[in-house]
């Protein structure tokens, strides 16, 4: 589904469009999206929705009006209404399906306040907007090297011009607030242009800019991930993992938006489990909780004055002997509940060879050579032949 320019070159290394996301095929796209009503009619009498979605760099998208029922289809390049003049994008989505992503954005197509679009591009806006794509990453180092020269404890991660090129869009991290009314006079007389402010949080930033993750796969927040929940340390806890920050954080320095993934099934899985600081009471003794394994439903206990031998116990048998102990029947001892039937182990053989990995470490040994032999054989050979 890709375009033409994500073939390879004459040396084999691939070309790659530099379109960030913004590919004019909608093959390449981040969040790109299937019209799978293109091929039903509406009913008669029913006019088409005059909403469009168009997508613009990096996966930013916008709701359009179309006024004039200009004939778009998905991929198409149109010029819409900015402030202050128009801006390129790729529409992204149009007819019924539109009605959809503006229920979900909460979006209500009855008011008057969305931008409409113009026309579509034509070749000379094409060619300003390339233009303008082309300028993006020098004037990205040069506003880095102003903003540190200022002392300005902010970061430029990103920026992106108006399809027209009279505005440019300077996207920033920073921790405090930061007072860049300087930088911005700065901004405007060295690039000539309009410019615009604008804050996003770290998770944004490597979204903006993708990367590879310790998985070995893209970013999610740079490929399908749309919104960004809050991922809290619980998270986790429940999971049974380390809190390790080295590990868990991922590339924008907060925690990994993968540990929600399976969250709902570890919490919906601990719902039988008991509080891993209660104390089994037995007539034996007290007991603490050494490990668990949640998918398995067992848990491993020992004793306050055994500390070495584990007992394995299921779930229910703890939630039994906690029930005992609560109706003051405590239980004799642990290892009345332990399983003590033999597991079928699988014994598997080595389909690769028998040989150890490690046989080629080790140089061979040279066979020495017994030579004494071969003389004691002539001598005995020529007492023979005198004797005889």
């Known amino acids: 589904m890709g375009c033409g320019s994500c073939s390879s070159q004459n040396n084999g290394s691939p070309k790659g469009c530099k379109n960030n996301g913004t590919c004019g095929t909608d093959g390449c796209n981040k969040l790109s999206v299937f019209d799978w009503l293109s091929n039903m009619q509406l009913p008669e009498g029913q006019d088409t929705f005059d909403m469009v979605e168009v997508r613009f760099k990096n996966g930013r998208k916008a709701f359009f009006r179309n006024p004039d029922n200009i004939p778009i289809y998905m991929g198409d390049i149109v010029a819409t209404e900015s402030q202050p003049g128009h801006d390129v994008g790729t529409v992204s989505l149009t007819g019924e399906l539109v009605k959809v992503q503006m229920k979900k954005k909460k979006a209500k197509p009855e008011g008057d306040d969305f931008p409409k679009i113009y026309r579509k591009a034509t070749q ?31 970061k430029i991660s990103d920026v992106e011009f108006q399809g027209d090129g009279s505005k440019a869009i300077f996207y920033y991290t920073a921790e405090q607030r930061v007072d860049f009314r300087q930088l911005i006079k700065e901004y405007a007389y060295v690039f000539k242009v309009r410019i615009e402010m604008k804050q996003i949080g770290l998770r944004q930033e490597a979204a903006r800019l993708g990367g590879i993750g310790s998985c070995g796969r893209e970013l999610c927040c740079s490929t399908w991930l749309t919104d960004f929940r809050s991922v809290k340390t619980s998270a986790a806890r429940y999971q049974q993992l380390s809190l390790n920050p080295l590990k868990l954080a991922g590339q924008c320095g907060k925690l990994k938006c993968c540990l929600n993934y399976e969250l709902d099934m570890y919490v919906e899985a601990l719902k039988d489990f008991p509080k891993t600081d209660y104390k089994l009471v ?25 500390p070495n031998p584990w007992h394995e116990l299921d779930v229910d048998d703890v939630n039994h002997i906690i029930k005992a102990e609560k109706q003051n029947k405590p239980v004799e001892a642990l ?41 004691q054989h002539n001598r005995r050979h020529k007492n023979s032949n005198k004797n005889a």
């Open 124 to 154: 000379k806006d094409i060619d300003i907007w390339q233009k303008c794509r082309q300028r993006e990453e020098e004037v990205k180092v040069k506003a880095r090297q102003i903003a540190i020269r200022l002392n300005l404890k902010m």
């Open 282 to 306: 037995t007539k034996k003794g007290k007991a603490s909780l050494q490990k668990m394994d949640i998918f398995k439903r067992k848990l491993w206990y020992a004793y306050y004055d055994e």
């Open 335 to 375: 290892e009345d509940f332990v399983d003590d039937t033999p597991t079928n182990s699988n014994d598997y053989t080595n389909v690769v060879g028998q040989d150890s990995l490690t046989r080629f470490d080790k140089p061979k040994r040279k066979k020495r050579r017994n030579k004494r032999k071969p003389r």
